[in-house]
Antibody
Framework: QVQLVQSGADMMKPGSSVKVSCKASGGTFNTYTISWVRQAPGQGLECLGRIITPLSITKYAQKFQGRVTITADTSTTTAYMELSSLRSDDTAVYYC?????????????WGQGTLVTVSS | EIGMTQSPATLSMSPGERATLSCRASQSVGSDLAWYQHKPGQSPRLLIYDASTRATDIPARFSGSGSGTEFTLTISSLQSADFAVYYCQQYNDWPRTFGQGTKVEIK
């Protein structure tokens, strides 16, 4: 059974950076594409980007280009999402998810979510 | 980016009723369309992908249809566990985009 366990909630200052971790277990990590999706309060779901772990190839939504970095450490089966230059509207629950297949755009396994609050 | 529009925003239904949720894409996405169920405090759950294929362990009362720009999720007979928010998502183009959701609430 594939499981994704994310790091705990974070409270950040505007202008700072946050790094959220996502540890996978129960599957073969270096075959995964791992994506990051967020949900701001009262809003819908929004894709930030993804990493194809066997190739370490990343792709980011243009909205976040230059501010988001997704990495994966195959030795610890952990993926990371770092978001910089934080603003109050980055306050959201951030989810990691494993895609249905390495080239798939659907998200079949999800982490429990990490609340990131940006406030002065 | 491709805009996804869901309707209605809220659906007030009784258990046992049939629910029909709609999703429209701003341009054709072929059959690259998924549906997710999202309950408060939980992670989203994949229900349908490729417009009409049920994901593993998803009950047969959930079905998806459509192609191009018009899609439908049907729940044939609502159970208490089905009251939630439902999102459609396209994966034909980058970035992947979601609709704003349809909340299915108890009438």
């Amino acid at each position: 059974q594939v499981q994704l366990v994310q790091s705990g909630a974070d409270m950040m200052k505007p202008g700072s950076s946050v790094k959220v971790s996502c540890k996978a277990s129960g599957g073969t990590f270096n075959t995964y594409t791992i994506s990051w999706v967020r949900q701001a309060p009262g809003q819908g779901l929004e894709c930030l980007g993804r990493i194809i772990t066997p190739l370490s190839i990343t792709k980011y939504a243009q909205k976040f280009q230059g501010r988001v970095t997704i990495t994966a450490d195959t030795s610890t089966t952990t993926a990371y999402m770092e978001l910089s230059s934080l603003r109050s509207d980055d306050t959201a629950v951030y989810y990691c998810a494993i895609n249905l297949g390495w080239a798939s755009g659907t998200y079949v396994y999800w982490g429990q979510g990490t609340l990131v609050t940006v406030s002065s | 980016e491709i805009g996804m529009t869901q309707s209605p925003a809220t659906l007030s239904m009784s258990p046992g009723e049939r629910a029909t949720l709609s999703c429209r894409a701003s341009q054709s996405v072929g059959s690259d369309l998924a549906w997710y169920q999202h309950k408060p405090g939980q992670s989203p759950r994949l229900l349908i992908y490729d417009a009409s294929t049920r994901a593993t362990d998803i009950p047969a009362r959930f079905s998806g249809s459509g192609s191009g720009t018009e899609f439908t999720l049907t729940i044939s007979s609502l159970q208490s566990a089905d009251f939630a928010v439902y999102y459609c998502q396209q994966y034909n183009d980058w970035p992947r985009t979601f609709g704003q959701g349809t909340k299915v609430e108890i009438k």
